[in-house]
């Protein structure tokens, strides 16, 4: 497929993804109207703070959505909590709802289709006396909106933002571990292009090492790097100095399984290009469960609440239950196929293809162990001994859905402590 082909799909797709002007304009007037209202309650309230609009609405790199989340950033000079600062200034002028996090911000909803993020930061001139990872954001639109001016790398970027949300790449929130809008806006202006990013990042996971980008060059080599972060920084497949703050990895939420899943996108995506590479697919559990049955194999559908805060925070005991859950299942069972489903609510659907193990070897005590083995005794019937320790041999006779039941018998104080409300067989 030539060049023409793929420019004529990444057009196509950009027709599909920019925002109207309608929409833009919109918004626009919606922001200058609460900035203004805020502006006005600060000086009522004697409190002093720099109001400006961050994300990808300020960076003009947004993609057309159903719904938009637009934040506005409150940069305080003043000490103390600036949640509960905001929260005062806000408390006269519209409804909200505090969303709790590192620093607790506040979401309100304009119309049906776009609400503002009214975030508190403490304003920094020098990074390093930033708080939350927020108080670099004044920081990230400026170096932005300086560097990257040229329409089409905005329309590049745009692409990358399209590509990874239909992938499940996109988001560095704990539930997906992806890439933010940020580390995309920087990736595809240092690489030139959005097709050029695909292609180096590719060439970059090629490589035995890990992949290292200093764009601004604040550090002499890669060992510096690894002497001036923090070591948990550096535990992500690509490593990506902020260039506005350089102790800082904008990609330290980036997991390996996330990774993998993005280059293996991007491969197919290189290798036949098509505007379908940019829509979000939904999981067709119905073929899943016909695929499963064809093969004789069990085929199980969860679904799992919490009663923890929409967002990364229910996003994320759901997950950590899910990964559990996982472990648990496959000491009994071959599992084939899986997959999580957040809802972005507080519920989440797992999927599970899968065999019986038909047999599975129990740890038991030391032979010389008489008290535990007595017990082991009685627990298990065809034991042996290996070595000076006591096994038992224990035969799955039973299918899922029965093994799902006994484990949420067995295991009610657990599910309780990992946040989990309700557990059920759908």
């Excluded at 082909?5 to 919606?30: M, Y």
């Excluded at 090629?206 to 200093?214: E, N, S, V, Y």
């Excluded at 060059?217 to 703050?245: E, F």
């Excluded at 005794?377 to 039973?398: L, M, T, W």
Aim: glycine fraction near 4%; proline fraction near 2%; charge should be positive.
């Amino acid at each position: 497929m030539g060049n023409q082909t793929i420019n004529s799909i990444l057009n196509n797709v950009l027709n599909k993804i920019n925002p109207s002007k309608k929409e833009t304009a919109e918004i626009k007037e919606i922001v200058d109207n609460f900035t203004k209202k805020i502006e006005l309650r600060m000086r009522k309230v004697k409190l002093k703070a720099e109001v400006f609009v961050g994300g990808s609405f300020a960076k003009n790199t947004m993609i057309k959505k159903d719904k938009y989340d637009i934040d506005l950033f409150l940069r305080f000079w003043e000490n103390g909590s600036l949640s509960d600062l905001t929260h005062d200034i806000l408390d006269g002028i519209c409804d909200f709802e505090m969303v709790h996090g590192s620093r607790d911000y506040f979401r309100v909803k304009v119309k049906e289709n776009i609400y503002l993020e009214v975030v508190p930061v403490k304003k920094v001139n020098n990074p390093k006396d930033s708080e939350n990872i927020t108080d670099l954001s004044y920081s990230h639109v400026k170096y932005i909106n300086k560097r990257v001016k040229d329409k089409k790398i905005l329309d590049e970027i745009r692409l990358a933002k399209a590509f990874c949300y239909a992938t499940r790449c996109y988001g560095a929130e704990s539930y997906i571990n992806g890439f933010s809008g940020y580390s995309l806006e920087l990736l595809v202006y240092y690489y030139g292009g959005f097709v050029k990013f695909l292609k180096g990042m590719i060439k970059a996971s090629l490589g035995k090492k890990k992949i290292i980008i200093d764009m601004e060059k604040q550090h002499k080599s890669g060992k510096n790097i690894s002497l001036d972060l923090n070591s948990a920084k550096l535990v992500s497949p690509v490593v990506l100095i902020d260039p506005t703050y350089k102790h800082r990895n904008a990609l330290a939420a980036l997991s390996n399984e996330t990774f993998r899943r993005f280059i293996s996108e991007a491969e197919k995506f290189l290798k036949k290009p098509s505007e379908e590479a940019f829509e979000l697919r939904r999981t067709n559990i119905e073929a899943i469960k016909a695929k499963a049955l064809k093969k004789k194999q069990e085929f199980l559908l969860l679904e799992a609440c919490t009663n923890k805060q929409v967002g990364d925070i229910a996003g994320s005991k759901l997950l950590k239950f899910y990964r559990h859950l996982t472990h648990e299942i496959s000491k009994y069972f071959n599992i084939k196929d899986k997959g999580f489903n957040y809802s972005n609510n507080q519920n989440a659907r797992y999927y599970f293809v899968l065999n019986s193990k038909e047999e599975i070897i129990v740890d038991g005590p030391d032979a010389g162990d008489k008290t535990n083995l007595l017990k082991f005794r009685k627990k298990h019937k065809n034991i042996f001994i290996n070595k000076g320790k006591v096994y038992a041999r224990e035969s799955i006779n039973y299918g899922i859905k029965r093994f799902v039941e006994n484990w949420k018998n067995n295991n009610s104080r657990k599910i309780k402590e990992m946040y989990i409300t309700k557990l059920e067989i759908v």
